[in-house]
């Protein structure tokens, strides 16, 4: 082994996961030894992320490096190679699983379900899995990787699995989640044209036919799309999400979501060396349905975990929309606007990672202080929880898109590619154009009212249960967490131009142009991804007007006037039985966005009639998909199971007449 | 950037400040007057914010430092609308700030503090008017973005003062695009400033409020900034209308003559503003809460349509 100064950023990388990996091992050592795992090894994990997201910050600006590992197949060792693209998304799982993992360090319970250091062991080997795959320069250990990551979440889904609705959830996440792994690997084999050589360097050599091409790009569509929730492979995102412990939610929303996006830039704009435009009409097409279904549906739910994995599906549709706009540019030889539009899906990937594990975070915080996840229950914990609800609150901002917060950034930058189409060859496209625009403008208007809803339901108003104010604060490694997060919103969405710096190079790798250099040419306050007559924002010049205003009207009014203030009951309007439960529920809230979009939703109502002595009130609203599409499929695979069924008949000898039958069958075919 | 600029910046952020109450003021006139009522007074607004800010202000027990904090943050931000739009002059240092998405972000920011703040109590005509606001504010917000898209696609930039200068300078004609987007935009402006096809600003009945539903639980000097923000609203709204369909008169150079020469027309421009919106608060009846998505929905495509009109007809 070399000294530490000679190590290339990816050798730190490796050491990184290596260290995770190791800790995994030995948390399974120490399996319950609660102290060790919580307060030890889920530091050190930390530690290894934070190393993680630097070395890639180190080698963001620098050619790839390649490394090779012993490991794997005879004469097909890993291939490892870091290049800017990798770099940006690893520092993106670094810096975000940071937070995870030293909130994690204080969330795990003594006693509870799995054992914490079974925990462990998966949590990292997950971590693992995902920076693995970011890093695979050959489909044989981007596979491998994908499974690591897909099976070690798994587990971590089903860590509950005594309660059957998290066992269907975590059936339904491992189906889904293989049938995406099967498109993904013959997405490989489409790549490598018959040449046998399963390296991404070999892919990149080969000049498939537009035919094969879009072959290719329709199954990493499927494939990533699968393990990204994009319509209509989302089912299993809202189920398995909400089910697994809170910082694997955050994970999985986090970060997880963002490997998915990962493969569909590698394979979408670096492997594939052809591009069609249509491609991009489709992404924008489907990425917009996406994002209007999950914002529409997280209005509509009354668990809290269920609303922030819609969500999460609401802001891929983002980004696929994103992605196609640049698939659309790319298609017609655009780099300059294709770099644009890239560069706003890079950002936001960035931001859902930080905001999203926040918000999961957050509502991990509420379930260990309440044990309530339904917002029906809950109310008025920015009282009794205050740095909870003030770093959600930060969270929750930046996830309605508004400024000066990070989620604002990338939105701005998302419209903004929309803007300047004009010219665009073709007419049918130049009138697309717009028209997803408006749509992009919806949903990110509607993410603000799912947001409000999030926050208001649970933080403000009277809490809905008295027992609710006995609910506890979050403790040192929870807080240490969520205020890692928070900042990272805030920072996020204060130095654009910085971060910008940061993607230049991504864009580059994958388009071959980047918007940096424009962005740096005017100065590190202000943001003019073109020029600074055509657009330009300053989220500082922003934050520093507002609070401005804001300090001199509080010096104004106090020195002018007063600031006396008495405190009073609520205005009952003249109606004193008022109570907690006469607030808006998160049924309630939601009513307008089921009446408006009612079409959306399958709805079951079970009203009351006014003769029941304990008057009932039931109304579910679920996805017209699952009775659509995967009811039917799954008849029909019932109904060829059960042929193929009659087959099976349990005798030894049935079977041995199969073989022979087939043998012979064989033997005619041969020598015919 | 010249100091001249800066004080034509700080000007018209003063007389947005100090001048937006008169444009409410102004409006109530027109419209009592259309009604047949004897008119209040035009200086009423400026009465009633210092009579609110002397009285003492009630704060509800429990209410979190988020509702005592909100009125200041909406104030803020208007007043930031107020000084990046151009109303008297295109050259503000402040523009660069925010552009016309940013300016649309403003307003979503002041909306969701406000809403936020009403569910802050916890009574139910708080969250009530909080579910309403939103409502309304996420088919409005989107159609405000659309209008001002048209106007970007039109002269390719979102800074608003780009905006106005490049049709301001156009060759004078009626842009059916443009018309498109003044529909959507009158309609959007009377949603997102709590007027009478929407809401009813002089409304007693809870069961009916949108805005003053929120606003319920406060009073004191905090019911007279969100009084006055309002007003700001109305003086931003008034002004990204009039800079956008109507640029001519907005002093592009920054020289004293100009502003001098802006400022009456400006006031000109607002108080035929002012008059058309009492005319058509008049001339409508408040809709059902139910019928305003809609309504706002049309506003929508409308400017979804404008925005396809000038890719299809290239005007």
């Known amino acids: ?513 980047g918007v940096g250099a424009r962005v740096a040419e005017h100065g590190w306050l202000f943001l003019a991804p073109v020029a600074p007559e055509r657009a330009s924002y300053s989220p500082l010049l922003f934050l520093l007007l507002v609070a401005a205003s804001f300090a001199l009207a509080f010096v104004l009014v106090r020195w002018l006037y007063h600031g006396r203030i008495r405190r009073a009951a609520p205005w009952d309007c003249g109606y004193p039985l008022l109570n907690a439960r006469m607030q808006d529920t998160a049924e309630g809230f939601g009513q307008p966005i089921r009446q408006v979009f009612e079409p959306f939703f399958r709805i079951e109502r079970e009203l009351p009639s006014p003769f029941d002595k304990q008057p009932v009130y039931r109304l579910s609203a679920t996805d017209h998909l699952w009775h659509w599409l995967y009811l039917p499929i799954a008849r029909v695979t019932e109904a060829v199971s059960r042929v193929v069924g009659l087959l099976q008949q349990g005798r030894i000898a049935t079977y041995l007449l199969y073989s022979f039958v087939t043998l012979l069958v064989m033997l005619i075919l041969v020598f015919r | 950037m010249t100091i001249e600029s800066f004080v034509a910046q700080l000007v018209a952020v003063a007389l947005a400040v100090l001048g937006a109450p008169l444009l409410t003021g102004w409006v109530n006139q027109c419209r009592a007057w259309l009604q047949n009522k004897s008119a209040p007074p035009l200086l009423l607004p400026y009465r009633t914010l210092h009579k609110l800010f002397w009285k003492e202000s009630v704060v509800a027990e429990g209410a979190s430092p988020l509702f005592r904090g909100a009125p200041y943050i909406v104030f803020g931000a208007m007043v930031l609308a107020c000084g990046i739009v151009p109303s008297l002059s295109t050259d503000l240092p402040l523009a660069p700030a925010a552009d016309a998405i940013a300016l649309v972000g403003l307003f979503a920011l002041a909306r969701v503090f406000m809403s936020l703040a009403a569910m802050d109590i916890g009574t139910a005509f708080g969250t009530l008017g909080a579910r309403r606001e939103m409502l309304i504010g996420f088919l409005a917000e989107p159609a405000l973005l659309m209008v001002l898209f048209t106007a970007a696609f039109m002269t390719q930039s979102t800074s608003l003062a780009s905006i106005v200068e490049t049709i301001a300078n156009q060759e004078f004609a009626i842009y059916p695009s443009l018309a498109f987007a003044g529909v959507a935009f009158t309609m959007v402006s009377l949603a997102e400033n709590a007027r009478v096809p929407v809401d009813n600003p002089a409304t007693h009945l809870e069961l009916t409020m949108i805005h003053e539903a929120m606003i319920l639980e406060y009073s004191g000097r905090h019911l007279a900034l969100i009084e006055w923000a309002a007003s700001l609203k109305l003086f931003a709204y008034s002004c990204i209308g009039l800079a956008i369909f109507f640029p001519w008169g907005i002093a592009q150079v920054h020289d004293l003559l100009g502003l001098l020469l802006a400022a009456p027309v400006l006031v000109g421009k607002l108080a035929l503003g002012g008059a058309a919106l009492a005319v058509i608060e008049t001339l409508s009846a408040k809709m059902r809460i139910f019928r305003v998505p809609e309504f706002l929905a049309g506003a929508f495509l409308l400017a979804v349509i404008g925005i396809l009109v000038h890719f299809l007809l290239g005007a």
């Not at chain 1, 489409?190 to 094969?212: I, K």
């Not at chain 1, 699968?226 to 939610?249: D, F, N, Q, R, T």
């Not at chain 1, 990937?349 to 594990?357: E, Q, T, Y």
């Open chain 1, 1 to 513: 082994m070399t000294a530490p100064t000679d190590w290339l950023a990816i050798d730190w990388m490796l050491a990184a996961i290596a260290a995770w990996i190791a800790i995994g091992a030995i948390g399974v050592l120490r399996l319950h030894d609660f102290f060790a795992v919580a307060r030890i090894l889920f530091p050190l994990g930390a530690l290894a992320s934070l190393t993680l997201a630097a070395a890639g910050a180190a080698a963001a600006f620098d050619g790839p490096q390649t490394a090779v590992l012993p490991l794997g197949l005879p004469g097909l060792p890993f291939h490892l190679r870091l290049d800017a693209l990798s770099a940006f998304f690893l520092i993106l799982l670094g810096a975000a699983s940071a937070g995870v993992s030293a909130f994690a360090a204080g969330y795990f319970r003594k006693g509870e379900g799995t054992p914490p250091g079974l925990l462990c062991l998966l949590y990292h080997l997950f971590l693992a899995g995902m920076a693995m795959v970011m890093l695979a320069d050959d489909a044989y250990v981007f596979m491998v990787m994908w499974e690591l990551m897909a099976l070690a979440s798994f587990f971590l889904v089903t860590a509950n699995h005594v309660i059957p609705a998290i066992r269907r959830a975590g059936y339904l996440y491992l189906l889904v989640a293989h049938l995406g792994a099967i498109a993904i690997l013959l997405c490989f084999g489409v790549l490598q044209a018959n040449t046998g050589d399963y390296t991404f360097d070999n892919m990149r050599a080969q000049s498939l036919s537009p035919f094969w091409a879009s072959v290719a790009f329709l199954l990493a569509l499927f494939g990533f799309g699968a393990k990204a929730g994009i319509l209509p492979l989302h089912i299993w995102l809202p189920e398995a999400h909400p089910a697994a412990p809170s910082p694997v939610s955050a994970l999985m929303s986090g970060v997880m979501l963002k490997t998915a996006i990962y493969g569909l830039l590698r394979i979408g704009f670096e492997v594939l060396q052809t591009h069609l435009w249509w491609w991009g009409v489709l992404a924008l097409a489907i990425g917009l349905v996406t994002a209007l279904f999950g914002v529409v549906f997280a209005a509509v739910q009354t668990d809290m975990k269920r609303l922030l994995a819609y969500s999460s599906i609401e802001n891929i549709g983002l980004l696929v929309v994103g992605i196609g706009l640049a698939l659309l540019f790319t298609g017609y030889g655009m780099a300059a606007l294709a770099a644009l539009a890239l560069t706003a899906v890079l950002y936001h990937a960035l931001n859902h990672a930080f905001f999203k594990s926040l918000l999961f975070l957050g509502t991990g915080a509420v379930l260990h202080a309440t044990g309530e996840r339904n917002l029906g229950k809950l109310g008025g914990l920015l009282r009794y929880m205050p740095w909870v609800g003030w770093l959600a609150l930060a969270g929750t901002l930046a996830a309605a898109g508004l400024p000066p917060l990070n989620g604002f950034v990338s939105e701005w930058l998302l419209l903004q590619s929309f803007l300047f189409t004009l010219g665009l060859p073709s007419t049918f496209v130049n009138n697309l154009v717009p028209v997803v625009a408006a749509g992009v403008a919806l949903v990110a208007a509607l993410g603000g009212y799912v947001m409000v809803k999030f926050f208001g339901v649970i933080f403000l108003g009277q809490p809905r249960e008295p027992r609710l104010a006995q609910a506890h604060d979050a403790a040192r490694w929870e807080r240490a967490g969520l205020l890692w997060l928070a900042a990272g919103c805030v920072l996020l969405g204060l130095a654009p131009a910085q971060v910008i710096a940061l993607i230049d190079p991504v864009t580059r790798v994958l388009v071959g142009d």
